[in-house]
């Protein structure tokens, strides 16, 4: 079992960052790939960021490439979103996401485990 905890969410002026952290329980952080998912109201929940558990391969959806960063901190069990020039469509509730094994899983399907979530809201 591992539980999730997402935090670093806020309200942000459009182009400005915020750096989003997910912190996992267990001694094991480093045998599972982690994801981050968003959801804005009424659309469903999608694809962001993924990273391996070695933390040497990671994926993006195209509308975050050049903007965001995944990155992890295996001794800290911690995952992180860093987030730039930030725009008003990127408003959501993004929620961190485990999945057991080497495979860097770009679907909900594809993971076990799920955080609460934590909002983030960009201004135009």
């Known amino acids: 079992q591992v539980q999730l905890v997402e935090s670093g969410g806020g309200l942000v002026q459009a182009g400005g960052s915020l750096r989003l952290s997910c912190g996992a329980s267990?001694?094991?952080?480093?045998?599972?790939?982690m994801g981050w998912f968003r959801q804005a109201p009424e659309k469903e929940r999608e694809f962001v960021a993924a990273i391996s558990g070695s933390g040497r391969s990671t994926r993006y959806t195209d509308s975050v490439k050049g903007r965001f960063t995944i990155s992890r901190d295996n001794a800290k069990n911690t995952v992180y979103l860093q987030m730039n020039s930030l725009k008003h469509e990127d408003t959501a509730v993004y929620y961190c996401a485990a999945s057991y094994g080497p495979i860097v899983a770009l679907t909900k399907s594809g993971y076990d485990y799920w955080g609460q979530g934590t909002q983030v809201t960009v201004s135009s």
């Open positions: 267990g001694r094991t952080f480093s045998s599972y790939a």
